[in-house]
């Protein structure tokens, strides 16, 4: 097995563009002979594999020895970083910020104070500009440091100027880092567990948020301080199914990048998280109008020629951009025409394998799989369903994990697999179990899938309109109403008793929502 590190080689080299590859390859040739030649070498072997085979390697570059394959290894990861660094120099705000504090120590260390002053000047202007507090805070204490060493008529006034900056940024980098803290704690809460499940999930967030804000160091101000308390609002409310609220506080979040537009292309990805949240709290509300808008704001963002197109905006523009079109089809009922998506949903994941965390990667699996089967493709969803069951990471999102198993169940029935379904339903209701995630709605559609292909039609519709009852009332349950944001179980019970399909079903429930708000304006 390849180690971590060549892992990581592996994928830093297949992640470069063309262009990138070409920059570097020009910047390997300056280097000197040699060693730099098996270097070049590994790296065009690399390039060519599409999974990394070390016996391959040595057999295809055949001047490196398998006792020289470790150094040559760290020499290329480094120097494909400094030559990635030397394209980018100019194209991102904090590696500029960065070479200046550098360019700013080595003129200091040469005694030319003035001259790195001057620098560290116009640095601290732009870490202003572009809400970088970390790095202005540092160039402050820089400057002080320089200060004490250069002494001018001035001191006195400057001392005082630059006493007064570092307390109010060091205050603002304490406030960012709480509530930074903040966020990540509730998002790490959400990746565990989801949504609360129970009133000893629920007690756990509660306490979290309450502990947190009421030991809060101000009421935030700065930019990237009402950002991340922002960020935590959201998390929070998303966590314990507060929809309107997540709403709230992520239009909030979006406004305010919007409201300093240079700061969307300076940190696109809380931009992009911002929409996501967004359009997430719509699709849960229903909010449709609102949704449409806010997804055009998003394609809008994603083609923005000004957008820098990173290996990271590009995942991330296709990430928010794609899980939404796909929940548009799900609003609409067409699903259908979502399967439509798909080719290049998959092409897209082709092209990013190397780049996609496994949890969103889950997230659209079961997004695609919900697709085919309201399309009433079974099989096809149960592809999908199958790839989310058999990952083995503690650290996925478990809700996916239990839904996607209760989805898999529905698609055997509807595949008439009846024997196969028997052992399915008794290998989930133990999977549940060890995961505690056993609750009154997975138990009703268990109990009730075991039951339904040993009934006649009269007593299916009847035991159906029955469960139909039952989950209309579980839907009001705080905690039970979390299984209904995974998988619309009242509408695909309404299509067997219809006799028609989920996407009938719920297209006919969006007509008659459709109609109702036109009725309502006029």
């Known amino acids: 097995m390849a180690s971590e590190q ?10 470069l563009t063309k262009a990138e590859k070409r920059s570097f390859k020009l910047y390997a ?9 098996k270097f070049i070498r590994l790296f065009d072997v690399l390039d060519k594999q599409q999974i990394y085979d070390e016996a391959l390697l040595l057999k295809k570059a055949t001047e490196i020895k398998p006792s020289q394959l470790s150094n040559i290894k760290a020499h290329l990861y480094k120097s494909i970083l400094v030559s990635l660094h030397l394209n980018n120099q100019n194209n991102d705000v904090d590696i500029t910020l960065h070479q200046q504090l550098d360019y700013a120590k080595i003129l200091y260390n040469r ?6 002053l001057k620098i560290l000047e116009k640095a601290k202007t732009v870490a202003e500009s572009s809400c970088r507090d970390f790095i202005r805070y540092e160039i402050i204490e820089f400057e002080k440091l320089i200060e004490s060493q250069y002494i001018t008529n001035s001191i006195k006034e400057r001392s005082e100027t630059l006493s007064v900056e570092s307390d109010k940024v060091s205050g603002s980098v304490r406030n960012v880092t709480y509530f930074s803290n903040f966020a990540l704690k509730l998002y790490s809460f959400y990746l565990r567990i989801g ?4 009133e000893r999930d629920y007690l756990m967030v509660e306490n ?4 947190t804000l009421n030991n809060k160091p101000h009421n935030p101000d700065s930019f990237l301080d009402r950002l991340y308390f922002f960020q935590a609002h959201v998390w929070y409310n998303l966590i314990t199914q507060d929809f309107i609220n997540v709403y709230k506080y992520s239009l909030s979040w979006v406004n305010m990048f919007q409201e300093n537009s240079n700061m969307r292309f300076i940190q696109p990805d809380l931009y992009f998280k911002g929409y996501g949240n967004l359009l997430n709290s719509l699709y849960f509300i229903g909010q449709y109008d609102k949704f449409c808008v806010a997804l055009q704001g998003l394609k809008d963002f994603v083609n923005d020629d000004k957008l820098a197109k990173s290996y990271n905006n590009r995942l991330l523009g296709f990430k928010y951009l794609y899980e939404n079109l796909i929940n548009k089809h799900f609003l609409e009922g067409t699903f259908r025409d979502g399967v439509k998506l798909i080719p290049e949903i998959e092409k897209q994941l082709e092209e990013l394998r ?22 009433d493709e079974h099989r096809l969803a ?5 790839k989310i069951i058999n990952v083995k990471d503690d650290n996925v999102n478990r809700d996916i994990q239990s839904f996607a198993r209760i989805l898999a169940l529905i698609s055997y029935y509807e595949l008439g697999d009846v024997d ?19 609750y009154k709605v997975q138990k009703i559609i268990i109990k009730f899938l075991k039951s339904l292909p040993y009934l006649s039609v009269s007593e299916a519709n009847n035991k159906i309109l029955e469960h139909i009852d039952i989950l209309k009332k579980l839907q009001q349950d705080r905690f039970e109403k979390r299984p209904f944001l995974y998988l619309d179980f009242v509408s695909w019970l309404e299509s067997k008793i219809q006799n028609c399909t989920v996407e009938e079903v719920i297209g006919e429930k969006w007509n008659n929502s459709v109609k109702r708000i036109f009725l309502s304006r006029d």
Request: aromatic letters at 16%; a positive charge; proline letters at 0%.
């Open 420 to 438: 196969f379904l028997d052992h399915q339903i008794r290998s989930v209701y133990r999977f549940l179990l060890q995961q505690k995630d056993l």
């Open 29 to 37: 040739k300056r280097l000197s002979a040699g060693e730099n030649s």
């Open 6 to 15: 060549t892992d990581n080689l592996f994928k830093l080299v297949k992640s």
């Open 208 to 211: 979290l948020y309450k502990s």
């Open 111 to 116: 005694g030319l104070y003035r001259q790195s």
């Open 382 to 386: 149960l592809r999908y369903l199958n």
């Open 195 to 198: 949504y609360v499940r129970n």
């Open 354 to 375: 190397y780049h996609i965390d496994i949890h969103w990667e889950i997230i659209i699996h079961y997004k695609i799989a919900c697709l085919y089967f309201g399309a």
